[in-house]
């Protein structure tokens, strides 16, 4: 039987062809642009985290959340006297949550898998080349105090991910997946498709914006 991580190889990479990826990653990112995608995300994480939380799925695992870093980050890096822009992807995501999801543990999961091991595996590189504090990949395992800490590295949460995740899956290897053979890795494709769409979705608004942010890369 294939990884749900072989399933969703393709549209994995798909997302990170994008141009924006190569921004976020060069390590010289326009600030103000990365403020406008950590926008775009608390929105994005905020609705699926909730979600996630009055179901009870992160119940075992509430190191996972993200929302309130991703909002930390931006609050350090938004200081200009305007609204970020909230893309149609973004949108788009919100009603699909609220829609799509709801009621259904096994989809949920899923997009908690694509984004949150996203954070926990690739994250950790993206950390080093953003501006500001780069919270939202910043899991500090070890160093909550007040408490006993279940998880004491990044390994073992992510194996917990994927062992949670794991317990919904209900395909076999089938060559053809639709959303009644497997909820698991169909939404899981839905979910890297949002992400392809909104890289998508600031690479016109840099390009439309050109005069200003030229490549979105600072010089």
Not at 124 to 136: C, E, L, S, V, W
Request: proline share 4%; glycine share 6%.
């Amino acid at each position: 039987m294939k990884t749900l991580k072989e399933l969703t190889w393709e549209h994995h990479k798909e997302a990170e062809r994008q141009k924006f990826v190569k921004v976020l990653m060069s390590g010289k990112i326009i600030p103000e642009i990365y403020a406008i995608y950590l926008a775009n995300q608390h929105k994005t994480y905020d609705v699926l985290e909730a979600m996630a939380m009055a179901d009870g799925l992160l119940d075992d695992m509430p190191e996972i959340r993200r929302a309130p870093h991703i909002k930390k980050d931006f609050d350090e890096l938004w200081t200009y006297g305007w609204a970020p822009p909230i893309f149609p992807t973004t949108e788009k995501y919100i009603k699909y949550v609220a829609e799509a999801l709801m009621d259904c543990p096994e989809k949920i999961m899923a997009h908690i898998y694509v984004r949150h091991m996203g954070d926990l595996s690739g994250g950790q590189m993206i950390k080093r080349k953003i501006p500001g504090a780069g919270t939202m990949y910043d899991f500090n395992l070890r160093y909550v105090e007040g408490r006993n800490q279940k998880y004491q590295n990044m390994d073992e949460l992510k194996e917990a991910l994927r062992t949670k995740v794991n317990s919904f899956q209900k395909y076999s290897d089938a060559s053809t997946l639709t959303e009644n053979v497997n909820n698991v890795v169909y939404e899981a494709r839905t979910c890297f498709n949002f992400a392809t769409n909104l890289f998508k979705d600031i690479d016109k608004f840099i390009n439309d914006n050109e005069k200003r942010f030229g490549d979105g890369t600072e010089k």
